[in-house]
T-cell receptor, first 114, second 114 residues
Framework: GDSVTQMEGPVTLSEEAFLTINCTYTATGYPSLFWYVQYPGEGLQLLLKATKADDKGSNKGFEATYRKETTSFHLEKGSVQVSDSAVYFCALSDLSGGYQKVTFGTGTKLQVIP | GAVVSQHPSWVICKSGTSVKIECRSL??????MFWYRQFPKQSLMLMATSNEGSKATYEQGVEKDKFLINHASLTLSTLTVTSAHPEDSSFYICSAVQSLREAFFGQGTRLTVV
């Protein structure tokens, strides 16, 4: 079945540092890929997405490129801020048995210190 | 983006009682809705997949008689925790998708069973 593997956290960075959160996936079909963010005490919200190979999703300074050859969708940001502290989930969306299915990674907690 | 409303956002109930959580897609028709449970160390566990007009598909290890899911329309799914016990205390999150587009999440429900 489908699966998503992302790096374990927590990740602690100083403000303005470069961020990479690795994500790899396995899927039987041609999934869409997503990054979701969960701020403390809140639900999940979509951060960015890519629907086909070589697409780059970007939002709020974050970006990720859909790499079919390496089955990866790593999240990057050039300069993190304290307000980026949150849990980040990598996910894929695919059809399974004729129905939509979304599979999540375990989440990576990011803490940015001033 | 699309809006998914989850209600209530928090609930406290006595052990042995039942609690119903609603998930509504406000501005789109959701062919599929998902119910997740989030454990203290942040990982999201898919409990069940709910397709409108058909029985929910439960993940392995999830008691279908305890967690009743109903998806009566394209905009509403409900999760009922029956005979709740303190170990059922958790953060429950629903999401809704339309076709192969991204999943949109409710704000979550914090259930505390005392």
């Amino acid at each position: 079945g489908d699966s998503v593997t992302q790096m374990e956290g927590p990740v602690t960075l100083s403000e303005e540092a470069f961020l990479t959160i690795n994500c790899t996936y396995t899927a039987t079909g041609y999934p869409s890929l997503f990054w979701y963010v969960q701020y403390p005490g809140e639900g999940l919200q979509l951060l960015l997405k890519a629907t086909k190979a070589d697409d780059k999703g970007s939002n709020k300074g974050f970006e990720a490129t859909y790499r079919k050859e390496t089955t990866s969708f790593h999240l990057e940001k050039g300069s993190v801020q304290v307000s980026d502290s949150a849990v980040y989930f990598c996910a894929l969306s695919d059809l399974s048995g004729g129905y939509q299915k979304v599979t999540f990674g375990t989440g990576t907690k990011l803490q940015v210190i001033p | 983006g699309a809006v998914v409303s989850q209600h209530p956002s928090w609930v406290i109930c006595k052990s042995g009682t039942s609690v119903k959580i609603e998930c509504r897609s406000l501005d789109f028709q959701a062919t599929t809705m998902f119910w997740y449970r989030q454990f203290p160390k942040q990982s999201l566990m898919l409990m069940a997949t709910s397709n409108e007009g058909s029985k929910a598909t439960y993940e392995q290890g999830v008691e279908k008689d305890k967690f009743l899911i109903n998806h009566a329309s394209l905009t509403l799914s409900t999760l009922t925790v029956t005979s709740a016990h303190p170990e059922d205390s958790s953060f429950y999150i629903c999401s809704a998708v339309q076709s192969l587009r991204e999943a949109f999440f409710g704000q979550g429900t914090r259930l505390t069973v005392v």
